[in-house]
């Protein structure tokens, strides 16, 4: 998640801060569009995907590893959230119903993720890297997604795997409050903004997302259960798999994951 804001990144090898923007709009609208401010390429770029439940913190992570290591946070769920607020008549009958099951907190069809994924390779092959947030989420799509990679001659380098007990992954949806603009992340007791309600990056106005209600609540967490929690021992079995503790700050867990990234070379 996040916005489009300028951000610092600080690459280890160099320890200098660079300022580099990810603009996102290839990603977010897909097919022939492109990044208007393409970010500036990292010495290394990381290309990583962020597993772990709702709410464990992958959004954030992924803002966080994007200032150190320049790779670009890639969201599908961010792809459903923009075309939620699209003007209705762009809106295609596979998108609606899309939009219907991530209302529910149910996932969405591998088909339609798939084909949105698929339309945006480019993004993929970006010299900067990139930190898949919420893709795969299934068998299907992790075994799709390393073929999409193979046949874009790209490779991951680690899948980073957040893990954190369930009554403190609800007491973050709970608290999650984002920005209808920039689309930052923010939680009302341990991310909590400069002024209640209004975005540190954009003044926007926070809201509470739909599927953070108690019942889409405990849908998405029986999904995860049942599609996504597998896919821990695929990447493990591939040799790519980091499992992080996401227990305590955002900054500590931000240290353990570049620890545990620079252990793997
Ligand atoms: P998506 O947008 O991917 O949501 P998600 O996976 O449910 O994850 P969240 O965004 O809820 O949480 P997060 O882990 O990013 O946590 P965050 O950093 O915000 O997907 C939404 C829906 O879209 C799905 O349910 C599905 O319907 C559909 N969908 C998307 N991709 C799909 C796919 N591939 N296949 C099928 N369907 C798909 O943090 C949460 C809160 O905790 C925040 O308030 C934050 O400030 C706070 N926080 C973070 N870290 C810490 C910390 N260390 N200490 C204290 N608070 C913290």
Redesign the pocket.
Known sequence: ?GGAGKVFQWHWATARPMSIAHDRTAWIKGADDLCHTPAAKPARPYRLVLL??????????AELLSECLGACPL????I??AAKSADDCGTSDAMRTALD??RR????S?ET?LALVVERARCLRCGGGFLL??????LA?ARALLVLLATNNVALDAVVSYELPIDQIVA??A???TCGKCKA???VT??PPRAEGVCDHCGGALIQRE?DRPESIRV?MA?YEENTRPLAEFFRAKGLLLTIP?A???E??HMRTTSALRARG
Do not use: C, I, N, Y
């Open positions: 998640m772990g439940a709702p709410g464990v913190g992958k959004g954030t992570q969201s599908t769920g961010d459903f959230r099951a991530m907190g149910e996932l969405v591998d993720v947030d919420g893709f795969p989420r299934t799509q973050r949806l608290g999650r409050r992340v923010f939680h341990s991310r599927d998405r999904a996401a305590g700050s955002a500590d867990v």
